[in-house]
Every structure is written in structure tokens, then in C-alpha cells.
């Protein structure tokens, strides 16, 4: 069985930063893509990063330059490093892969709460 466990949310004052984990077992986190999305209160989720099997990077333009997805292949576990933290971060963050089949496998999601 493939699960996908994030953690690492909470809150923090705007500027702020937190790193997410997402710790995968059942698949090899640098043998599939693998991303971040979040969905806040009201809202579709959406996509926040992503990193493909050979390491190349994709952000949304809210975040770029204060967001980083990275990956510690002995761990099998893919990171989300969030900087300067704004209110409108505020969401259900979730960790997603998609195999090399296409399928889709989530997380059950970290709460990042940005407030003063």
C-alpha cells in the first residue's frame, strides 16, 4: 500500500517560515513526480510545487522565490521549505504523487495557519 503522511503545519506569524514533510512509503519518492497543493477555506485546492523523477522544479508565481521543494532520497521523503509566509498561505497543505501509471496517491493534508 502507497501512503503518503505530511506534517510540519501550525501556525505562524506572517513572514515566518515552516518546512512541510511528506514521508512516502510503499513507493520511491525520486522514481515518481511529486507535489505540493493547498486548498484554503472556500477554495479549490490548487497546485503549489512540484518536482519530477529527474529533480526539475515547477512553482506557482505566488510563491516562487519564497517556496522550495526539495527531496532526501534516503529518507524517501519530499519537503515543501516555505519563507516569508503571508496570510493568503493559509491552507490545507497536501503532498500528491503520480505514478509512473498516472495514478494519483495523496496525503490527509498539514494545516499551515499564517496569522499575528
Known sequence: QIHLVESGGGLVQPGGSLRLSCAASGIIVSSN?????RQAPGKERELV???SRRGTEVYVDPVKGRF???R???KNTVY???NSLKPEDTA?????AV???LDNYWGQG???TVSS
Open 68 to 70: 522550495t521543494i526539495s
Open 49 to 51: 510545487a512540484t518536482m
Open 33 to 37: 513526480s511529486m507535489g505540493w497543493y
Open 72 to 74: 532526501d532520497n534516503a
Open 99 to 101: 505514478t509512473a501509471s
Open 110 to 112: 498539514t494545516q499551515v
Open 92 to 96: 490545507v497543505y497536501y503532498c500528491k
Open 80 to 82: 515543501l521549505q516555505m
